[in-house]
């Protein structure tokens, strides 16, 4: 084959599910010189990067480090960990990524009972409750942040349900964590992961997870050895804690820029930030309200870093995301599954949440839609400049 | 916890088993804006990141691409997509990989026969016959290059092999591709692995992978679901191939760097770059020889991007390694399991195969020697030198 030029990527302002826009000095710590991966300056960086995920996902749980893979891994890494061939799963099912939980459950020999609400809605305590039936079971697992419909599961409320049910809880944080309130140990999670792409503006390419104490020991009661011998964590402990072990080559750069990414977190410091992504979706939504464009969950049950709004009838929703990539190089997200074609999923998330990206993205929404012979009524941009004039007030 | 301040890797010269030095053009493609994993362009450089694995695996196999995880999670990828449970798998082993390719062979159910040989000694085609003893097998996997030991075992001679056994044969070409040859299809490799680190020069967290036609049939071929759902190449594939569908956030920046690192190993061309590493190995090798210093595998079955030197009897083998370290910012690498504190290991991989690094090494290494109280009568420098004076001439 012929030679490719050096790649040059194109300018972009990524609005979608993720990845979200990194940050500047997150790209610059990327490209810091590779080092070893057993180094003894390297262990610091562990170290470092194990500290401050435990004040993100607000827990002092031992094993919490990031896995070399993405949030996909992570996921799958949770369940396969705790997970024995026959073990009874409870698993909530409102969109993709609970979907997958079943899939990876059951993958993992699981006998998995899902507990199913209407795509853009929250699931619930009594939901869980209810499916479960009075039966037994090892895990109930839950997604916080549903991606692909922008619903907000509230966590707190199932650790009764898993007590009920003998259950340790699973928590899929991948997008959440950095943009709105984590807190494993005042929410009594067993077991959580994340991604780095959504609201910690990092590349995609690592899994931050956190097991608690009970399910380390359950971890290590295991009869059989897990079946990923890449995501065992009774070995990949090993290398992150206090043996050192080298299990696999750990992904050097991709650590250096998770522990800027981090850094800037707290550097800005946790209520801030979700203040922030909390102001920015309100303007959003009410610029969207202004278009009498309707969101797909509810307010009470909606995501702050991810919104889905309804494709209106009529309207060719690729072509509208077509339309903002090449006039305004926004990129957002469409719909998974049931929802393609029938939803647009913006993100605003982590770096990408700002009060110009919010102008910008109504601006290019706005005429995405005359583009598409439908002039909106209301005024966007007068609505959201309401949110922030009150947030100033 | 206090926020740490921002990570400033100390100066180093990555000569152990992996990551090798990172080429600088590598670093800032990693520093590129992200963008997102289904971006039209992004795409291209899927395309062109396949398109030059082929070329360095020797292949027109259309299933080849990386992996978003390590070299370790290319090899469970290879295992677990083609195994299921009862499967009988015959495996070389000479060193820490051939060990773990059996214990990730028998985490996906397979019955696996173990071909054994003496660390730092290659696996023939007939030690595989013999342990074979007449059965059938679904898979022959072979190590091409022992990064534990530094053994080459030659992996053409095991086509005949793997067909009178009836199976498909799989190959860790972690440490040897583009530095040494590899040659997929000629070979008639069915299923092959690297890792991004070692002679790609590029930071660790992708693994290329390439699987034939007649593994890729098996695949489809599957009664049972591949137990790993990260890693299944069924959904993998239609992410990298037609169907360009979702299935995990691929690792973007990291991508960018594995693109800028094939550019520039086929920008070097493949020939020059093979002759570059057995140059480098040669005069490093003949230095050693002068020191006096043995080395653990045989010149005929030795790996050129990776060398085991026999640590002296009396050393401290770590404490000779921390004296690189700290005195010329040098790193190399320890053994690994039966061979812990019995050799050193010095990779001489991509970037950091040159001229200016075998006489650092040398130059280290000899006061190392002398530093714990032996000094070599032999002038390594010299034989280096003389090395380089043949192949100028």
Redesign the interface.
């Known amino acids: ?1 012929d ?2 030029p ?7 302002v ?1 609005l ?1 599910p ?2 979200s ?2 940050a500047p ?1 997150v ?11 057993l ?3 390297f262990l ?2 562990m170290d ?1 990067v194990r ?2 995920l ?2 993100l996902f607000g827990t002092a749980n031992e094993l919490t480090f990031p896995m ?6 992570g996921m ?1 890494t949770c369940l ?1 960990n705790l997970i024995e061939p026959g073990d009874a799963v409870l698993v909530g099912v409102n969109g993709v990524f609970g979907t ?1 939980m079943c ?2 459950a059951r ?2 020999g699981a006998e998995v009972t899902a507990v199913e609400a209407e795509w853009g809605r929250a699931l619930t305590a009594d939901d869980f409750r209810r499916a479960a039936g009075g039966a037994k079971f090892k895990l109930l697992c839950a997604v916080h942040a549903e991606t692909s419909t922008g619903a907000l599961t509230e966590i707190a409320p199932l650790r009764a349900v898993a007590d009920e049910l003998g259950a340790m809880l699973v928590v899929d944080c991948v997008t959440s964590l950095g943009g709105l309130p984590v807190e494993l140990d005042a929410w009594g999670v067993d077991a959580a992961y994340s ?1 780095t ?1 959504k609201c910690l503006s990092c ?3 690592l899994a931050p997870i956190s097991f608690s104490a009970r399910a380390e020991e359950a971890l290590r009661a295991r009869k059989q ?7 065992d964590l009774t070995l990949v402990a090993n290398y992150w804690g206090g043996e050192r072990a ?9 650590l ?2 998770l ?2 990414a981090l ?1 800037l977190v ?2 800005e410091g946790l209520e801030q930030r979700f203040a922030r992504h909390a102001r920015n979706a309100r303007a959003f939504w009410a610029g969207l309200a202004a278009m009498e464009l309707e969101l797909l969950a509810p307010e009470a049950e909606r995501l702050v870093p991810l919104t889905s709004i309804r494709v209106p009838d009529g309207f060719d929703a690729a072509e509208v995301r077509r339309f903002l ?1 090449e006039q305004y190089a926004v ?1 957002i997200g469409g719909g ?1 599954g049931p929802l393609k074609g029938k939803i647009w999923r913006v993100g605003l998330m982590g770096n990408g949440s700002t009060r110009k990206n919010v102008e910008l993205c109504l601006s290019a929404l706005r005429l995405g839609l005359i583009a598409q012979g439908r002039r909106p009524r209301g005024d966007p941009f007068d609505a959201a400049q309401e949110v922030y004039a009150e947030s100033v007030a």
């Not at 070399?68 to 891994?73: D, L, Y």
């Not at 080298?246 to 991709?254: D, G, L, V």
């Open positions: 084959m030679l490719p050096p790649f040059q990527p194109p300018e972009r990524l979608g993720g990845p826009p990194t000095s790209l610059q710590a990327l490209a810091l010189p590779t080092i070893g991966h180094d003894p300056r610091d960086v470092e500290g401050m435990r004040t070399s893979g993405t949030g996909s891994a799958e396969v997958r899939e990876v993958r993992a991604g792409q590349p995609p390419g050895p897990v079946q990923s011998w890449y995501l080298y299990h696999h080559t750990a992904p050097i750069n991709m250096y820029g522990h800027e850094r707290l550097e990539l990129e998974l």
